[in-house]
């Protein structure tokens, strides 16, 4: 059976057909009992101070790491090489969970930015503008990005990160009836450098995105970023908050700085610069399983709309329990705060049932391990095609896993 399941033709009429949801934002806003779009400041303060404290109690554990298995009767006890690995396994364990820590005191930076926090636009700004900061973040000029990403996610035309590729972008002939690509040659790689691809992308997409619009939309003109106060990112009105984002910046790079000549090099990146990496990397990881999936349309022209381009996103069981606590729910309900950004994250795992009630099908869940579902998407969402309104990603074989239904396809049908 094995045999044969390998060898079937693959054909995209045999495809799961979708088609994409019929309802209003304001029929599936009413199906949302209204008390989950209450924020309460007292309430997200305390979680904000939870996260200050478990910082600072990471952060104070980890000052006795390199006393303790540098002492004599520690070296002695697990002899030196045992404690040398001692001593580094105990960095991990703290690198591990303070980057948990600092990506949830981000994620409220990003509550923030959506004014999800509190009614109280000076109390988003203030505290919004110093937790990203502290974790390099330009909070305004990112803020306004995002903004507009929430608002044409999922528009190949319009949205701001993770369009995905077409066929012409990655330089691939369109399929004529009767020939064939060899895809494998063009999109294969090996599996080892697509494991360096994958970290490359993990550690370093999110300061790429700000500095240069990697993976950002491809019709902004070339050195796009978040820094410059004019760049086609912005408004006029908007350049002194850019101003001021960068001046945040600024003073991050005087503070570390400033911290390198006080505690040393070392110091700094093993207490900072190492969870500040985490931060980068779940952020990255996060939002990229949020919006990269086979399953997941994208839409062109006049069949994208704001719910549909919201439901084009993928709740996930990121870390379990570890996911829940330090990230604040962020992967979990992810689609509820597409479809209504201004929910405080609390209301999510409620607010996500009457949602998922409501829409049905259209609703999105993987329960698929994170760094499994990393892996697949990152090999399986190579491209889209150059036409066509409703869009699924197709793999490095140029097979997709969904087809449009019948109404919204390509005149031409593709089978190999």
């Not at 303060?45 to 298995?69: E, G, H, K, M």
């Not at 190949?156 to 002939?173: I, Q, S």
């Not at 950002?216 to 908007?238: C, E, M, V």
């Not at 990152?378 to 990603?393: I, S, T």
Request: hydrophobic share 40%; proline share 5%.
């Amino acid at each position: 059976m094995g045999a044969a399941t390998t060898t079937e033709k693959y054909s995209e009429d045999t495809l799961p057909a979708y088609t994409p949801m019929p309802w209003s934002l304001k029929e599936i806003r009413a199906a949302i009992p209204p008390q989950f779009f209450v924020r309460d400041t007292r309430r997200g303060l305390l979680y904000f101070a939870r996260d200050v404290l478990l910082a600072a109690v990471c952060w104070s554990l980890a000052t006795y790491i390199d006393p303790y298995f540098k002492q004599t009767a520690t070296r002695e006890l697990l002899t030196p090489i045992g404690a040398e690995v001692g001593r580094w396994a105990a960095w991990c364990v703290y690198w591990w969970f303070q980057g948990l820590v600092f990506t949830g005191i981000w994620v409220i930076g990003h509550e923030c930015g959506h004014g999800a926090f509190s009614d109280h636009a000076i109390v988003n700004n203030i505290l919004g503008f110093v937790t990203h900061t502290f974790l390099w973040t330009p909070y305004f000029s990112w803020k306004i990005s995002h903004h507009r990403h929430h608002s044409n996610h999922a528009s190949m035309e319009r949205d701001e990160v993770y369009v995905p590729k077409t066929r012409e972008d990655l330089g691939l002939a369109d399929e004529v009836e009767g020939t064939s690509i060899d895809y494998e040659e063009i999109l294969g790689d090996t599996p080892i450098y697509t494991l360096y691809m994958l970290i490359r992308q993990q550690v370093l997409a999110f300061p790429a995105y700000l500095l240069f619009n990697v993976s950002g939309q491809k019709t902004y003109p070339k050195w796009t970023n978040h820094f410059d106060p004019n760049s086609i990112l912005f408004t006029r009105a908007q350049r002194n908050a850019v101003i001021l984002s960068n001046i945040g910046i600024a003073a991050m790079v005087w503070g570390v700085s400033y911290a390198c000549s006080v505690y040393g090099v070392a110091d700094v990146i093993k207490y900072y610069a190492f969870p500040w990496l985490e931060v980068s990397h779940w952020f990255i990881m996060i939002t990229y399983l949020h919006h990269t999936d086979p399953d997941l349309p994208h839409y062109r022209g006049k069949e994208w709309n704001f719910q549909r381009g919201a439901a084009a996103t993928v709740d996930r069981d990121f870390l379990g329990w570890q996911g829940r606590f330090f990230l604040h729910d962020v992967a979990h309900y992810h689609v509820i705060h597409h479809f209504f950004p201004k929910m405080p994250f609390y209301h999510g795992p409620e607010a996500t049932q009457h949602l998922k009630a409501f829409i049905g099908d259209h609703y999105a869940f993987s329960d698929k391990p994170a760094f499994t579902a990393l892996w697949e998407s990152y090999n399986k969402c190579q491209f889209v095609e150059n036409e066509g309104d409703v869009l699924f990603y197709r793999d490095k074989k140029g097979h997709a896993t969904r087809r449009p239904a019948d109404q919204y396809r390509l005149k031409s049908t593709k089978s190999q």
